[in-house]
């Protein structure tokens, strides 16, 4: 097996379970995140990089221990969307349409 091939089958399995964490591990609100709502945005912001020309944000949740969840949408029809995984340490994933980009 290639390493491409194992890439791809590693982001088809690590897609799907962060996704579907960031729906079951509710946030518990007595807590203030210890990833400000203007921090993730900041972190979201430069991972979309150049992208940002053309996607604006539609939504931010905090998702559990994960941290936060961004959504941008294309100012193009017909418009697509990108979601930014934001963690509490900072670190970011860019899904396009489901798929890690």
Known sequence: MNMKTRYILLSLLIAPTILFAMLTVPYDTTK???????????FAVVALGADTNQFYCTSAELS???????????????????WVLVTVDGKTQVFLDGRIR
């Open 32 to 42: 203030p995140p210890s990833l400000s709502l203007p921090a993730g945005y900041a």
């Open 64 to 82: 559990g221990a994960l941290g936060w969840r961004f959504t941008f949408s294309s100012t193009n029809t017909p418009s697509k969307s990108k």
